[in-house]
């Protein structure tokens, strides 16, 4: 007998332009009707979507569902990506044991405690941003003024990368994260990152310095325990993931605040860091920047939400669905900094959640807090109509954000 | 209340230490969870079920 099966649906669907910051809107239908679902990738592929909290974050923390690139059936997110298959490996497309022994090497440069360290060199570094902005023109782009400098320079110094080559490495990531970026062009810009890094190796190597690639060099690469190539793709890895993600989150969530007067006062006038934590967590949930999903395939059958997936089969954990699913989140399309949202998947879920959040937290926290309270009349230049959101890109946000005050 | 942790499960992400500060804490040299106390202070019962709902590793288990 046959069955005449529904049209698999094209993923990843297109945001509606006229909500901006809420995820494509065939997503909550999906997240109702077909929790579990296939949909069709760019390149023919039919893997899983994943749209409801409590299956995501079970598919996430599932010990045979694995993060590995190279297996056959995984849903890689745009044709640059799967070319650079081969090319950058590290921790956060492999499995354990192998992922947890390169993970270790790094989770005590990111525990919390040593991110609290840094919080006055943090607002240092903001301030002297906003000094800059203070005495500069107006109107003026959020994103080059503030967002984009404030983590790439706080992950240059905790790296040891030179500062003064952020041209290049915000040139090279805008490239590996671009969604239309030609195979050529990701390829190109990744084996140009890597270079430049082995290279930053080598110079560590001749000259130990006290930073997170000079440890790693003299306590990794001269044991012979990691080759040069392998540092340097975990630098790559480092880099591009630790200025990227919370410059967008800066702009994206003052844009959304801008929006909402009455939440953006609440975090500006309640004077307490317990609401601009809490602020954080809610804007991380409502905005779910890495917003084409978390990429698995299937080591072995299992079933999810009541839907069997066979080995070899494609996953795909839809986390900006999951982070507005009414199941975990009550009224979860409103934005509502005072709602416990500290179980989000913004960060993801299971081994591979972010290692860097506790650096993340910390920049959010003292941005929101001291941009608000600093440039107090702080508006858009421009309609939120007609601001350039990120649908080309694998990170969501804006391009640019003119802002005044 | 008890709680218990598992440090070969524990990824070092630090939510428990955000979450309840007053009794996990991460170790100096690899960041992965240890407890301050063994017996869950008065005060910290909400953030230590927090901690054991948002840790991503399933490495805390809370006994009432
Ligand atoms: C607001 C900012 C950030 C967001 C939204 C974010 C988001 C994420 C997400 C969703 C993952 C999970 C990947 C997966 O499941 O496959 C992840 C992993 C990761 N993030 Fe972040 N991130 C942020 C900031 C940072 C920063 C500042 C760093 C600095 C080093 C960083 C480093 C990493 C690393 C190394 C991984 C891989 C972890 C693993 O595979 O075990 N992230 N991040
Ligand atoms: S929240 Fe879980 S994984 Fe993270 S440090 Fe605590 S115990 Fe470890």
Redesign the pocket.
């Given at each position: 007998m046959t069955r005449v099966l529904p049209e698999v649906p094209a993923y990843p669907m297109a945001r509606d332009g006229r909500c901006p910051f809420d995820p494509p809107p065939p997503l909550g239908g999906l997240r109702e009707d077909a929790p579990v679902s296939r949909v069709r990738l760019w390149d023919g592929s039919t893997p899983w979507l994943v749209t409801r909290y409590a299956d995501v974050r079970a598919v996430l923390a599932d010990p045979r569902v694995s993060s590995d690139s190279d297996l056959p059936g995984f849903p890689h997110t745009t044709p640059g990506v799967a070319a650079r298959r081969g090319r950058v490996k590290s921790f956060i497309t492999m499995d354990d044991p192998d992922h947890a022994r390169h993970r270790r090497l790094l989770?005590s440069d990111f525990?919390?405690r040593r991110m609290e360290a840094l919080r006055p060199r943090v607002q240092g570094i903001v301030d002297g941003l906003i000094d800059d902005m203070l005495a500069g023109p107006r109107p003026v782009d959020l994103v080059q003024a503030f967002s984009l400098p404030l983590p790439s320079l706080v992950i240059c110094e905790l790296l040891g990368v030179p500062y003064a080559d952020r041209d290049f490495f915000h040139r090279a990531s805008r490239t590996i994260i671009a969604r239309d970026a030609t195979p050529e062009d990701a390829v190109g810009a990744t084996d140009d990152l890597l270079a430049y890094l082995g290279d930053l190796v080598d110079r560590k190597d001749a000259e130990p310095t006290d930073d997170l690639l000079g440890r790693l060099t003299a306590e990794q690469l001269r044991t012979g325990a990691m080759s040069r190539a392998e540092i340097a793709s975990m630098g790559l890895l480092l880099l591009v993931a630790g200025h990227e993600t919370t410059a967008n989150m800066i702009t994206l969530g003052t844009a959304a605040l801008l929006r909402e007067p009455g939440q953006l006062a609440l975090l500006r006038d309640g004077g307490d860091p317990a609401v601009v934590a809490n602020a954080v967590e809610e804007l991380l949930r409502y905005l779910t920047i890495v917003h084409l999903g978390r990429r698995r395939v299937a080591l072995a059958d299992l079933e999810v939400g009541g839907v069997l997936i066979r080995a070899g089969e494609g996953i795909i954990a839809a986390t900006d669905a999951a982070n507005r699913d009414p199941g975990a989140f009550a009224d979860p399309d409103a934005l509502d900094i005072t709602r416990k949202a500290r179980h989000h998947v913004a960060f993801g879920y299971g081994v591979h959640?972010c290692l860097g959040q506790p650096l993340a937290r910390v920049e959010m926290q003292v941005a929101f807090e001291t941009l608000y309270r600093r440039l107090p009349g702080l508006a858009l230049a421009e309609p939120v109509e007609r601001l350039p959101f990120k649908h080309d890109m694998i990170i969501y946000g804006v391009h640019e954000l003119p802002v005044t005050w | 209340m008890k709680v218990e942790?598992?440090?070969d499960?524990?990824?070092?992400?630090?939510?428990?230490?955000?979450?309840a500060g007053a009794v996990?804490t991460?170790r100096e040299d690899d960041?992965?969870?240890e407890l301050l106390v063994a017996d869950v202070p008065a005060g910290s019962e909400d953030g230590v079920r927090d901690?054991e709902m948002?840790?991503?590793?399933?490495?805390?288990v809370v006994h009432d």
């Open positions: 989770t525990t919390v959640q | 942790i598992d440090q499960k524990c990824i070092g992400a630090g939510q428990c230490v955000v979450a996990f991460q960041g992965i969870v901690a948002v840790c991503p590793a399933g490495a805390i």
